[in-house]
Each structure stands twice: as structure tokens, then as C-alpha cells.
């Protein structure tokens, strides 16, 4: 069988990344910033370009610098950018500003008012750009918003129709949402088509709207449904992955020298799935998506710092029990 065009189509927004120049101080002190793409799908279709897989995007972008700077880094990532939609209208790009007090005390101050990957509608999902790629990745936060959330679904939909794997990384943001039951509502909806949910153990209690869930009582209710493999991330604690099939399997974290917290999830997920694409099996893909968090975490940016194959397996090797 002819092997498609790209191996993943990542969706949603793709923004700008603020990141404190300075560290150890709060953002009122903070005077210089450096600028990357950020977002994270953009940062999953990134690190997974980076990492050899044939990467498309869509998403809508401002028709302003900003617009023209994400759309040149992605383009110069490796990854086609023929579905990113210029906004008409005067939205403006999602803002990120990070402050780095110390490496446990990391925050995110957004700028998310009339952004345009908000504002991606369902007529700008295109059937036959999907039909092109294996995998779909959506993030939760697409889902916050109309026109955007109908978009997604139309999406995954057009996903499912075509056969494409269907991967549903939750992303939660709080303050994109109105309110906890309107997220728990839409994210149950799109866990339960995807074949691969990935999150944090507190991001699967926003989608089931509960405290202190369970792993067990989550795989349980998703199970009923398409997933086939779960994977619930505990930070440094490290993650899990569960098969519809019963199997568990278990990644720790790697040591690392951390510089700031945020990242993360983004390069843990590029990673996990290039292994999983790239047929190394779910063990080996738990450790890919450890280590390439792990130098991340160590490094200023959560996109430009997206690590290659041979800085995985290194860290891999050095740490190996
Ligand atoms: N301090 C750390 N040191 C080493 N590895 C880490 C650290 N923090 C996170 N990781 C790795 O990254 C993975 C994902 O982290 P986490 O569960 O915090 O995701 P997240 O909340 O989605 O991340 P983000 O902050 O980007 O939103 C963890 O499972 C772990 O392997
Ligand atoms: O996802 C965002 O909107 C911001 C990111 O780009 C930022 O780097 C981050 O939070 C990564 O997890």
C-alpha cells in the first residue's frame, strides 16, 4: 500500500512563546524576553519533525508578523504549512509569557483574548489534506471556543471517516474555559472517539469531572469506548500506558538539571508518538517521551529545545537501570 503523505497532522493553535530572559525573579522584575513558536500543537508538530516524521499542520494565524513568523519557523521545522489559514478578520496571535522564579516555581501569564486559532472554522477543514496523513493529533484546547471546537470536531470526524489514527492530547487550560462542566462535557466527547488520549492524571480529572480519579476508574470508562491506549503522565513520578488489550506499562522520569517546568507534556507527546510511529513499541516509546521531557525542562524553550533521535537514545543509555 502507498504510504501517505505525512505520518502525523497536528491541529490548533500555534502562538508565540515569551520566555523570561532573566531566571530566579518574578515577571514584574523581568525586563527581557526571548521569542519562539509556541502553542502546544506546534510544539508537538515541531519536536515530531524533528525527530524525522513527515509533519503537517492546521491551524489559523494572524495575517500580521507574528502570523509570518510562526508560518517561517514552522516552514524552516520541516513541516507543511499549506493548511495554516491566515486570519481575515484582525485576530491576533496567542501571547505566552513565562516567568522562571526558580526551576520548581514556573508560570505562564497568557494572552488569549480574539485569538485567531480560536477562530479556525469547520468549512476550513479540508477532507482531502486529512486523507493525506496516519495520524490526527488534537488538543483539548481547541475545544474551549466556537467556531474552533465545531472545527475539531469536524476533524475528528473526517479522521475517523478516513482511517487516520486519532490522537487527543488534553492540554487542559483553565482559563480558556467558562467552566469545568463545559470542558468535562467536550473532552469526554473527543476522548471517547480518539484511538490514543494522552494527559496528566489532573487533566483526566477535568475531562471527568472529579478530584483525585483514579487511573484504574478512568481507563475502565474509557475502555467502553475507541481508545486503545491511554497514557496518563504524573510528572516527575513518571507515566503509564494502558492497552485496551490489558496491558500496563510503566515509564519513570529521567534526571535532569531542570531550568523551568513548562514543555513537557508538548515534547513528551512529539516523542512518544515518533516511537510509536516509528514501530518501537509502547515501552520504548513511555522512555522516548521521558527523556526528550527531561532535556526540555533543562533547556530555555519548550519548541527550539525539541531534542533529536540521538539526544534521546543518549539520555536513554546513560540513565538505563
Ligand atoms: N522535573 C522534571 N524532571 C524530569 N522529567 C520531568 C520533569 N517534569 C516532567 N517531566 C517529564 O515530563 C513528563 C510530562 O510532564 P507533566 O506530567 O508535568 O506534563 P504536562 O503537565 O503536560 O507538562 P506541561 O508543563 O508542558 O504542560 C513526565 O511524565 C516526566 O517524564
Ligand atoms: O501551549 C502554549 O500555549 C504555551 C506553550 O508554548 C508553552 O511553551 C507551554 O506551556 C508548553 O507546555
Redesign the pocket.
Known amino acids: 500500500m502507498k504510504k501517505k503523505n505525512f505520518d502525523m497532522i497536528s491541529l490548533g ?1 500555534a ?1 508565540i ?1 515569551l520566555n523570561a530572559v532573566e531566571y530566579n525573579r518574578g515577571m514584574e522584575e523581568t525586563m527581557t524576553f526571548s521569542k519562539y513558536v ?3 500543537p ?2 508537538i508538530a515541531i519536536g515530531s519533525a524533528k525527530l524525522g516524521l513527515n509533519v503537517g499542520f492546521i491551524g489559523k494565524i494572524p495575517d500580521d508578523q507574528h502570523g509570518r513568523f510562526i508560518e517561517n519557523y514552522m516552514k524552516k521545522s520541516g513541516i507543511d504549512t499549506s493548511n495554516m489559514i491566515l486570519d481575515t478578520e484582525g485576530h491576533k496571535a ?1 501571547l ?1 509569557f ?1 516567568e522562571i522564579k526558580s526551576p520548581e516555581e514556573c508560570s ?1 501569564l ?1 494572552y488569549r483574548e480574539q485569538v485567531a486559532d480560536l477562530y479556525l472554522t469547520p468549512n476550513e477543514i479540508n477532507e482531502e489534506y486529512l486523507k493525506s496523513a496516519e495520524m490526527l493529533v488534537v488538543s483539548g ?1 481547541a475545544l474551549a471556543q466556537s467556531p474552533s471546537r465545531e472545527a475539531v470536531l469536524k476533524a475528528v470526524s473526517l479522521a475517523k471517516k478516513n482511517q487516520l489514527k486519532v490522537v487527543f492530547e488534553l ?1 487542559y ?1 483553565p482559563y480558556t474555559w467558562k467552566n469545568p462542566a463545559e470542558t468535562a462535557v467536550y473532552y469526554s466527547l473527543v476522548a471517547e472517539q480518539a484511538d490514543i488520549v494522552i494527559g496528566t492524571r489532573d487533566e483526566y480529572d477535568s475531562m471527568e469531572n472529579i478530584v483525585n480519579g483514579t487511573n484504574e476508574a478512568t481507563i475502565a470508562y474509557l475502555f467502553q469506548h475507541s481508545p486503545e491506549l491511554i497514557v496518563i503522565k504524573h510528572g516527575v513520578e513518571g507515566s503509564y500506558a494502558y492497552t485496551k488489550a490489558g496491558g500496563i506499562y510503566q515509564g519513570k522520569a529521567y534526571k535532569t538539571q531542570v531550568l523551568k517546568t ?5 515534547s513528551y507527546a512529539a516523542a512518544f508518538l515518533f516511537a510509536l510511529n516509528s514501530g518501537k513499541g509502547i515501552e520504548k516509546a513511555l522512555k522516548y517521551g521521558s527523556a526528550s521531557a527531561a532535556i526540555v525542562v533543562s533547556k530555555h ?3 527550539e529545545a525539541m531534542p533529536t533521535v540521538a539526544e534521546i537514545e543518549q539520555l536513554i543509555q546513560e540513565q538505563e537501570d
Open positions: 493553535r502562538c512563546d509556541g502553542g502546544s506546534a510544539n496567542g505566552a513565562t505562564i497568557m484546547t492540554d487550560r513548562f514543555g513537557a507534556g508538548d524553550s519548550s519548541s
